[in-house]
């Protein structure tokens, strides 16, 4: 069951006049929300000329921001949770999470610097009482160049996935990162190697498995997979093939509840009878073409429109004139009679 949640929200435009500061948005006033103000406060303090603050929102505000603590909360409304943003009431990144964002709205420095207070603050935390040894805590750094060349990997297509930590990893298809979520398409239990999934999918995977994990007790290459189920294969698309590491990274397949797998088809489960409209679990599709057809229309230009325009005028006109001229006509013969 999971208790707590710390979540990293929008930091990218914490640094304002030379001073950091992130805001800690806490989505209910428990011990467990407390404790984990004071371990990120503890993170802060520790950073020391880095000058790295936080800062509690303002309890005003009408709850947490938009995030995913808001699905643990919608689960468990006793999940205690704080989201760490870089605003206090309203968003200073207004592109933040479309397709407007960029490069031009986040600054390499804030996010080095989120990285650092939340790498801090969880060992802090995981330590629970036992004193922290401060040699180790620091030793928690964050690499700022390894920040700035995944910005240029995953946040622009110069380089984009053409820069150099990437190709170590993936044989990307586009230089251009795609941020498009992409498509569920297989049952559950074939998920760890998707052959659909694109490529800024792959590149985090492969990254993420690469960092977080040990090597195996027998170094072996590898392609797709590795004989030992605890370990995964890491860059085995590039030439000469990749490398056996032990490593609990995985794909994990996002689908709704309501839908259960069987004989080898999805099947939808009936609705709750008490949430008609399924807000607790809406279930939603997206349509997939096997094959995808352009249909293109000639359009007649502005002068043939004008034209058409004048003779429907003049056609009516004539007819307004004629029933005039034969409404006379009529009128005059039918006196002479």
Known sequence: MIEQVLEIGSV??????????FYAHASRN???SKKILDGLQSGSDSLGSDNVKVKPAASSNPGV???SLMSFMR???STSGVVLED???QFSNRFYHSHLDSPANINSSSIAAAAALVARSLYILATGDMTVDLMTLNTIK???????????CLLTCDPGLSCGIAKSFISPSNACPSHYVGVFQDSPSS???????DDTSRFIWNFLADRTSTLASNVSSCTVKCNNESEVCVGGEVEGGGRCVVSTTRYVPAYSTRLKFEDNAWHVLPANSSDPMGAADPVWTESYWNTISLRVYAVQSTTSDRLILLAGLAVTAASYLGVVVGRAYISKITKRD
Not at 12 to 21: A, E, P, V, W, Y
Not at 191 to 197: D, E, G, K, L, V
């Open 30 to 32: 428990s011990s467990i």
């Open 65 to 67: 921001p938009p995030s």
């Open 191 to 197: 998920t760890q190697f998707p052959s659909y999934a």
């Open 75 to 77: 689960k468990n409304t």
């Open 87 to 89: 605003f206090d009431s």
């Open 142 to 152: 964050v690499n700022v160049t390894l920040v700035e060349e995944l910005i240029g």
């Open 12 to 21: 990218g435009k914490g640094i304002s006049q030379g001073d950091t500061l």
